[in-house]
């Protein structure tokens, strides 16, 4: 599985931004779709998955301000990002991975390349 992910930049606080990532493969719909985010001097986190059914999982500090959705036909992934923070910044990626240990990085196999997210003040 290759993934594309695309759809950050320069956002004023309080804005928002939709990342699209764009898996290549037959495989897509059999995989849990996450997104994970890297703040510079912090480790990657989780933000948000959505599993093969559906089924989605939030980081705590992005509860009812993004939405994660999948587009089964289109080998998409979307995460709605609504009332943007400036502590939101950071490069953020999609990965596929099998269904175990979502919010981890290890449950994830395959990564995109990343796309930069910067919330301004």
């Known amino acids: 599985v290759q993934l594309q992910a695309s759809g950050g930049g320069l956002v004023q606080a309080g804005g928002s931004l939709r990342l699209s990532c764009a898996a290549s493969?037959?495989?897509?719909?059999?995989?849990?779709m996450g997104w994970f985010r890297q703040a510079p001097g912090k480790e990657r986190e989780f933000v948000a998955a959505?599993?093969?059914?559906?089924?989605?999982y939030y980081a705590d500090s992005v509860k009812g301000q993004f939405s994660i959705s999948r587009v089964y036909a289109k080998n998409t992934v979307w995460l709605q990002m609504n009332s943007l923070k400036t502590e939101d910044t950071a490069v953020y990626y999609c990965?596929?991975?099998?269904?175990?240990?979502?919010?981890?990085?290890?449950?994830?196999?395959?990564w995109g390349q990343g796309t930069q997210v910067t919330v301004s003040s």
């Open positions: 990965a596929a991975g099998s269904g175990v240990l979502i919010t981890t990085t290890d449950g994830y196999a395959y």
């Open positions: 493969g037959r495989s897509f719909n059999r995989y849990t």
């Open positions: 959505i599993t093969w059914n559906g089924v989605t």
